[in-house]
């Protein structure tokens, strides 16, 4: 299963792991992007710009106890993942939605918050860069 995965960063910035804790009886799957409400992680809406990526697997909690590592997510940051659908070179430049899943974005153009800068063009599914932007 693909996820986000970070490739790079215009700075050249190496950014430092975060700890926070999930939503209870949530989990998080490594390269999911996550949002925060109430001070807890929990799965970033399709059209919502994630704040964190996590960087290691998380079983749920009843109560959530154990924080988890993520690494915040700036503009400047490019990641790598999939989508689950064509995405073609005449896509870059144009901002995408997330999948439900947290881990792969559409070529869903309206309302996009994932900006692709490369694409492999693959059909079904496409390996794809880019950059969250607000």
Same mark, same amino acid.
Not at 49 to 71: G, K, M, Q, W
């Given at each position: 299963?693909?996820?986000?995965? +970070?490739?790079?960063?215009?700075?050249?910035?190496?950014?430092?792991?975060?700890?926070?804790?999930?939503?209870?009886?949530?989990?998080?799957?490594?390269?999911?992007?996550?949002?925060?409400?109430?001070? +807890?992680?929990?799965?970033?809406?399709?059209?919502?710009?994630?704040?964190? &990526?996590?960087?290691?697997?998380?079983?749920?909690?009843?109560?959530?106890?154990?924080?988890?590592?993520?690494? +915040?997510?700036?503009?400047?940051?490019?990641?790598?993942?999939? @989508?689950?659908?064509?995405?073609?070179?005449?896509? &870059?430049?144009?901002?995408?939605?997330?999948?439900?899943?947290?881990?792969?974005?559409?070529?869903?153009?309206?309302?996009?918050?994932?900006? &692709? @800068?490369?694409?492999?063009?693959?059909?079904?599914?496409?390996?794809?860069?880019?950059?969250? +932007?607000?």
């Amino acid at each position: 299963m693909c996820a986000f995965k +970070r490739v790079g960063s215009i700075s050249g910035d190496q950014d430092p792991f975060e700890y926070y804790l999930l939503t209870d009886n949530e989990g998080a799957t490594l390269g999911e992007a996550l949002s925060q409400t109430s001070g +807890r992680l929990t799965k970033c809406a399709a059209t919502g710009v994630p704040e964190f &990526i996590a960087v290691c697997d998380r079983t749920a909690e009843a109560t959530s106890v154990t924080p988890l590592a993520v690494v +915040r997510v700036k503009e400047t940051t490019e990641f790598s993942t999939q @989508s689950m659908a064509t995405v073609a070179d005449t896509v &870059i430049g144009t901002k995408v939605t997330l999948h439900t899943d947290g881990l792969l974005v559409t070529a869903t153009s309206s309302s996009g918050v994932f900006e &692709i @800068s490369a694409t492999d063009g693959a059909t079904t599914t496409s390996n794809v860069k880019g950059y969250f +932007r607000r």
